[in-house]
């Protein structure tokens, strides 16, 4: 009885400290989905001008960006960019890095969105003398966004876990949290339990509601 | 314009003059890589192929246990895991090194998706194979064997190549444990030559080499099984 005491003042005290680590978690989580997000719908969006030069650059930053291991690209952000003479903060490295790999992802799951909408939806907005701008802002990007919640929603679940990369910069996020603690007090296998359990409290609601959208697809279909 | 032109000359000039030191310590790191990621595919298979035969067992312990495991891989963190492998263990007595954790926890963790692609493929067979492999008095081990995972493995082919990209890039965080793989003898030659931009771009570079391929191939066989199987499901 008294060791289980024990376990749960360790716990407390442990958690005490990765909680604080968990507000950057969401904070590198937010900032990155959102640049994701912005950088994924403005190339989707982009791609279907069909002006070849700049589709061929979209292809190229998404097959580069969706190649790279994210954690190569936090250290090229962190430490690589000191070379032309850039020295981020590890916070900001960890966005830019993850949004950027984020955003090749986004800008697929827009595209398959996108191209899913049948293409007489565009045929009758231009028939009603829409603009293609109008059209697109109208009539296909409100379906194109329903449909894509799903996949996005995994995303943004795939977002928080790699989070965890920018511990390797030293981002004060839940993981570099859980590192310092372990050193400090050799309590490691209670610790990475308790960061293990912290980010399934997080993805957990997540990933219902993303199943929850996709029985409701089915249903539909 | 022609200044930055010069930079960029004297950037790529770094290259000749350190490739010929770099060459064998990043040779010998890509077949690191190369055996954590295909270890870990492995490892990852058979947990799949299990984990996917017991969600869709009678059985409904058997099914709440793969739920649980799919549950909580999908959940935590790949780097979570291997630093509970690696720092957790050892003082509870079980000691490994880096590269066999960096395999067991990829494995693990990828384990979850590849269970849930499976099941994916399995439930896309339709149900009337079963049926008909029961009529001809096979066991259900039997159908399983040699009638519905076979289709299924066909059917998830495409998913599971990219999987394996998944891994390959995910196989950069063993270098947090330590491995020597990739990006652990990146992060080590950037700060002995003060060159951290020219080994991670070629670092990077390698990676691409790696995955692109990959990526392509799997574009392959997803366009050849709808062609193939679009008339049959």
């Given at each position: 009885m008294e060791q289980f005491g024990d376990l749960f003042?360790?716990?407390?005290?442990h958690l005490e400290v990765l909680l604080q680590g968990a507000g950057v978690t969401?904070?590198?989580?937010?900032?990155?989905?959102?640049?994701?997000?912005?950088?994924?719908?403005?190339?989707?969006?982009?791609?279907?001008w069909k002006i070849r030069p700049l589709n061929a650059l979209i292809a190229i930053y998404v097959e580069v960006f969706r190649g790279l291991p994210t954690l190569t690209l936090l250290f090229i952000c962190y430490f690589g960019l000191t070379y032309v003479g850039i020295k981020l903060n590890p916070l900001p490295a960890a966005i830019i890095g993850l949004g950027l790999s984020g955003g090749a992802y986004c800008t697929e799951i827009f595209r398959s969105g996108i191209s899913a909408?049948?293409?007489?939806?565009?045929?009758a907005a231009a028939a009603i003398g829409m603009t293609p701008m109008r059209a697109m802002r109208f009539v296909i990007l409100p379906q194109a966004l329903r449909i894509t919640l799903p996949p996005l929603g995994n995303y943004a679940i795939g977002l928080i876990k790699d989070t965890a990369v920018a511990s390797a910069v030293a981002a004060p996020e839940i993981l570099f949290r859980a590192r310092n603690l372990s050193t400090e007090t050799f309590d490691t296998a209670l610790i990475y339990l308790l960061v293990a359990v912290l980010y399934l409290v997080m993805t957990f609601p997540l990933a219902r509601w993303v199943d929850h959208l996709e029985k409701k697809r089915k249903a539909w279909q | 314009?022609?200044?930055?032109?010069?930079?960029?000359?004297a950037f790529l000039s770094v290259y000749p003059a350190k490739l010929p030191q770099w060459e064998g310590v990043l040779i010998r790191a890509i077949k690191t890589t190369l055996i954590v990621t295909a270890g870990s595919f492995a490892v990852a298979l058979v947990?799949?192929?299990?984990?996917?035969?017991a969600r869709l067992s009678k059985n409904a312990l058997l099914r709440g246990i793969a739920r649980f495991y799919i549950e909580i891989a999908r959940g935590v963190p790949a780097l979570v895991i291997l630093f509970l492998l690696y720092f957790g263990l050892p003082p509870l007595g079980i000691v490994m090194d880096a590269v066999p954790t960096a395999i067991l926890g990829l494995g693990l963790s990828t384990g979850g998706y590849v269970a849930e692609i499976i099941r994916a493929g399995i439930e896309a067979t339709h149900k009337g194979q079963r049926e008909a492999g029961l009529t001809i008095g096979m066991s259900?081990?039997?159908i399983n064997r040699y009638i519905i995972l076979p289709q299924a493995a066909r059917i998830s082919l495409p998913s599971l190549m990219n999987t394996l990209i998944t891994v390959l890039k995910d196989s950069s965080l063993?270098?947090?444990?330590?491995?020597?793989?990739?990006?652990?003898?990146?992060?080590?030659i950037s700060s002995t030559d003060f060159l951290?931009?020219?080994?991670?771009?070629?670092?990077?570079?390698?990676?691409?080499?790696?995955?692109?391929?990959?990526s392509q191939l799997s574009r392959l066989l997803e366009r050849r099984m709808f062609s193939k199987l679009g008339n049959r499901m």
């Open positions: 003042t360790r716990s407390a005290s969401v904070m590198i989580t937010l900032g990155s989905f959102v640049m994701a997000v912005t950088i994924g719908l403005v190339l989707a969006v982009a791609r279907t909408l049948h293409h007489g939806q565009r045929e | 314009m022609m200044e930055y032109l010069d930079q960029f000359a947990i799949g192929v299990l984990l996917a035969l259900s081990w039997q063993a270098s947090l444990i330590t491995a020597p793989e990739l990006m652990l003898r990146a992060k080590a951290p931009m020219h080994i991670l771009l070629l670092v990077g570079a390698i990676y691409l080499c790696l995955a692109i391929p990959l």
